[in-house]
């Protein structure tokens, strides 16, 4: 069976080291630690997961297995416009620590991705008549 080619140039290693770098601002952002703070007791084996995440998503790897559009949904302290927050932070850290193209091919596909993560939480706030809450 051919293996599917990555969806840009990158390594397991870079990866791993964005995630770290990103978790890392997470954990000291005012908005956001918090947020992850209530769900997050082991943050290596939290890293990993996500790694293996980004792993499936770019390099087609098969190493992840969960569903993060139920796991953003079910949180219940995550909130719409905090994907705007999350993903300015994301940028800033794929630019400090990728070649311009890296960061910018893995830019657009978490932007990607977080409109789906987006649009789950959205489904399930709803405010009187069933108005979405979007922020």
Known sequence: MAQIPPRF????????????AFYARVRTHPGLG???????????AHEARV????????????VYDGNPVAVHRDAGNVRPGMFD?????????????LRPEQAQAWSALAHKIGRSLRAGVVEKMQGPGGVPILR
């Open 9 to 20: 140039d990158i390594t397991r290693d870079e990866i791993e080291r964005v995630v770290a």
């Open 34 to 44: 918090p947020v992850f703070a209530v769900h997050v007791d082991d943050w290596p």
């Open 51 to 62: 790694a293996d995440f980004w792993a499936n998503s770019i390099l087609h790897e098969r």
């Open 85 to 97: 927050t999350w993903l300015a932070l994301f940028d800033h850290v794929l630019a400090q620590e």
